[in-house]
Every structure is written in structure tokens, then in C-alpha cells.
């Protein structure tokens, strides 16, 4: 066995058809969840924009709810995955800014978990990117 190659059980789970949308809807499950949840308690949409002084917290609810269906949805489907994938990364650097802004913070437990969430957010991002270019890389062979 040449020590280059995968073990088989690796190589087994990386072809295996469902791996690829598994791997997808765990990347943008939160996301999907968030958007539902939102969608079916409209009022704490609102007040979660207004919490974080997005104004108007109606409009900024409503873009929420939109990026968190259709960003996975293209994603899961993939259709302009790089579409979903940018909405979703864009989507999510804004949050990072505006719920983790552990710069502004006095040191402390708080500050210790935004800045963990902060670089959270920056690995998801990372994330969608990986996903959009491997989408791609499967398109290109087609």
C-alpha cells in the first residue's frame, strides 16, 4: 500500500453519492433552521434586527428570513451554489461584525465568547467558499 493513498474507509464515505449533500446540509443546516424558526415567529425576527439596531427591524427580518431559505436552497440543490454560497458568506460576516464585536468588549467571559464566535463565523466562511469552489470543480466535469 502506497502511504499516499486514502485508507478504503475514507475513500468508501468520499464516494459515496450522499456524502457531497450531507456534507452541504450540515454546512447550511443552522442557516436553514434559522430562516424557518424566523419565518414562523415573525415578531422575535423582529425583535432579534432590533436587539442588534438594525433599522428598520422589519426589512432587515425579511432579508434575514430570504438569505437564510434561499442561500441553502441553492446550495442543497446545486443551482448557483456560488450564489448561495456568497449570500451566505456576505450574510455572515455582517453578523460576525454586528453580534461579535469582541474588539469593543471589556476583557472578560463575554468578550472570550464573542471572539470565539467571531472566528467561528470566519471558519463558515471559509466553508462556503470551499463549498462554492468544489460545486464548481463538479460543474467544470460535466
Not at 22 to 51: C, F, N, S
Not at 91 to 103: E, I, K, P, Q, S
Request: net charge neutral.
Amino acid at each position: 500500500m502506497r502511504a499516499d493513498r486514502d485508507p478504503r474507509f475514507v475513500d468508501a464515505i468520499l464516494d459515496w453519492k450522499p456524502t457531497w449533500f450531507i456534507a452541504r446540509l450540515l454546512l447550511v443546516g443552522a442557516y436553514l433552521l434559522g430562516g424557518i424558526v424566523k419565518l414562523t415567529d415573525w415578531p422575535a425576527a423582529v425583535a432579534e434586527q432590533a436587539h442588534f439596531g438594525m433599522n428598520p427591524p422589519a426589512l432587515w427580518a425579511a432579508l434575514t428570513i430570504a438569505i437564510e431559505l434561499i442561500g441553502p436552497i441553492l446550495i442543497l440543490t446545486g443551482r448557483m451554489a456560488w450564489l448561495g454560497a456568497g449570500m451566505l458568506g456576505v450574510f455572515t460576516l455582517l453578523a460576525a461584525f454586528t453580534a461579535n464585536a469582541f474588539w469593543t468588549m471589556p476583557m472578560g467571559q463575554e468578550r472570550f465568547m464573542a471572539t470565539n464566535a467571531f472566528f467561528e463565523h470566519l471558519g463558515l466562511i471559509g466553508g462556503f467558499i470551499l463549498a462554492a469552489l468544489v460545486a464548481e470543480q463538479a460543474q467544470r466535469r460535466v
